[in-house]
């Protein structure tokens, strides 16, 4: 029996197993500074059904807008407790969810500053390659000049910006969608 890593062709049995070892749905304590941001939503196929295995990784920066990464050298503030990441599953319908922050504007390839975003990876079965996106927020300003969202023709850009939900204060929906007509907007990352 081998230790090396499996090839990309056999997600297979040993996805689930690898995946859920590190699940945090929770990516800010209470001691992390910021406003404080509930997100759900689903995971669906093309015939809108619900994928029940999916895994969602989440990056983000900081409320000051730096990331957990030692290549971040900004002269903004580092938060110990704050990684910026976490990792959720999705349950038998699909659904998930997480806590957080609302990031700060990080720089973009310019220098210029993005549009408050989260990073999120999707994997699950019949994925040989993660699927890039990423989660805006409704009614922010800066979402006009973000320089991703300005390469995605203005009629798919929805389906990147969450949606407040009714009654509830902090929480946002974003349901992702894997393909036809109105399928989340991926991003080519090279990988």
């Not at 999120?120 to 409704?138: D, E, Q």
């Amino acid at each position: 029996m081998s230790s090396n890593a499996t090839t990309s062709q056999t997600i297979g049995p040993f996805f689930s197993i690898g995946m859920c070892r590190s699940i945090k749905q929770n990516l800010a304590d209470a001691n992390v500074s910021g406003e404080r941001v509930n997100i759900e939503g689903r995971v669906l196929d093309g015939d809108r059904q619900p994928v029940p295995d999916a895994i969602l990784e989440i990056w983000q920066a900081n409320s000051h807008g730096k990331y957990a990464h030692p290549e971040d050298d900004q002269d903004k503030p580092r938060e110990a407790n704050f990684t910026g990441y976490g990792r959720i599953p999705t349950n038998i319908e699909g659904k998930f969810h997480f806590t957080t922050i609302k990031p700060g504007q990080v720089p973009d390839p310019d220098g210029k500053l993005q549009a408050p975003h989260i990073v999120v990876s999707v994997f699950a079965r019949g994925l040989l390659r993660r699927l890039v996106t990423r989660i805006y927020f409704p009614d922010e300003p800066a979402n006009d000049s973000d320089f991703a969202l300005k390469l995605v023709e203005p009629s798919r850009r929805g389906t990147l910006i969450a949606k407040k939900v009714a009654g509830g204060v902090g929480v946002l929906e974003w349901n992702l969608i894997l393909q036809g007509s109105d399928e989340t907007v991926f991003f080519d990352c090279g990988l």
